[in-house]
C-alpha cells in the first residue's frame, strides 16, 4: 500500500546547527505538505510544495520537493529552543475515495539542547 | 489558532464502552476530516464528510463512525472500545478544492481507554 517514510526519526542538535528531515514516498504525489506538531500540541500546517523541483523559503526554513516527485526535505538553518517539536511530511492518499485527505509520515522528532 | 475547536480535551473509558468526540470547523469550511494519532507516530487518516455525508474512508473499522451536521460540526463516535483505541483523536477542516487542499487542525481530544 501507499506508505510516505520519514528519516530520521530522532534529532537532537545543539542550538545554532543545522537539521534536515528527509522524506520519500511509495508513489508519486501531486503535492506533499509539511506540519509541525509542537509537544502535547497539535499538527499545524507550515507549506505546501506542488511543482517538481520546487524550493521554498520560510525564514530559516527551506522546503525543497524532488524532481519526480516522491522525496522532500526540510532543512532548518541554525536551530532555535522554538524549533523543538516533531515535524511531520503529509502527502494526499490515492486511496480512500475522497479528495484532500493525507498520508501522513511518522514524523522526525526535533530536540535542542541551549 | 486555526478556528477548529474539539471537545472533551481528554476522556478516560473502559474497554467496551462507547465513546463521542465533538469538532466543530473552521468557519466557511465544508469538509471536516478526523485523523488517529497513537503515541508516537504520525495521523492516520479515519474518515471525512463532505455536506453531511461520508466521503472516503481510510483503513478503520465499522465501529468508527461519524456524522456532519448543517451548520458542518461534526461528530466521530466509536463503539466496542479496545485498549488500542487510545489515542489523540484529530479533527481538521477545509474547504475541499481538491489534492492540494490545505487542512486546519483542531487540538485534539485525547482518549484513554482502560
Known amino acids: 500500500g501507499q506508505q510516505v517514510m520519514q528519516i530520521p526519526q530522532y534529532q537532537h542538535v545543539q542550538e545554532g546547527e543545522d537539521f534536515t528531515t528527509y522524506c520519500n514516498s511509495s508513489?508519486?504525489?501531486?503535492?506533499i505538505q509539511w506540519y509541525k506538531q509542537r509537544p502535547g500540541g497539535h499538527p499545524v500546517f507550515l507549506i505546501q510544495?506542488?511543482?517538481?523541483?520546487e524550493v521554498k523559503k520560510q525564514k530559516r526554513l527551506t522546503f525543497q520537493f524532488g524532481e519526480a516527485k516522491k522525496n522532500s526535505s526540510l532543512h532548518i538553518t541554525a536551530t532555535q529552543t522554538t524549533d523543538v517539536g516533531t515535524y511531520f511530511c503529509?502527502?494526499?492518499?490515492?486511496?480512500?475515495?475522497?479528495?484532500?485527505?493525507?498520508?501522513f509520515g511518522k514524523g522526525t522528532k526535533l530536540s535542542v539542547k541551549p | 489558532e486555526t478556528g477548529v475547536t474539539q471537545s472533551p480535551t481528554h476522556l478516560i473509558k473502559t474497554r467496551g464502552q462507547q465513546v463521542t468526540l465533538r469538532c466543530s470547523s473552521q468557519?466557511?469550511?465544508?469538509?471536516v476530516s478526523w485523523y488517529q494519532q497513537a503515541l508516537g507516530q504520525g495521523p492516520q487518516f479515519i474518515f471525512q464528510?463532505?455536506?453531511?455525508?461520508?466521503?472516503g474512508r481510510g483503513n478503520f473499522p465499522p465501529r468508527f463512525s461519524g456524522l456532519q451536521f448543517p451548520n458542518y460540526s461534526s461528530e466521530l463516535n466509536v463503539n466496542a472500545l479496545e485498549l488500542d483505541d487510545s489515542a489523540l483523536y484529530l479533527c481538521?477542516?477545509?474547504?475541499?478544492?481538491?489534492?492540494?487542499?490545505?487542512?486546519?487542525f483542531g487540538p485534539g481530544t485525547r482518549l484513554t481507554v482502560l
Open positions: 481538521a477542516s477545509s474547504f475541499l478544492a481538491g489534492p492540494t487542499t490545505k487542512q486546519f
Open positions: 510544495l506542488v511543482k517538481s523541483g
Open positions: 508513489t508519486t504525489l501531486s503535492n
Open positions: 503529509a502527502g494526499p492518499m490515492n486511496y480512500g475515495g475522497s479528495q484532500g485527505n493525507l498520508i
Open positions: 464528510y463532505y455536506r453531511e455525508e461520508e466521503n
Open positions: 468557519s466557511g469550511h465544508n469538509t
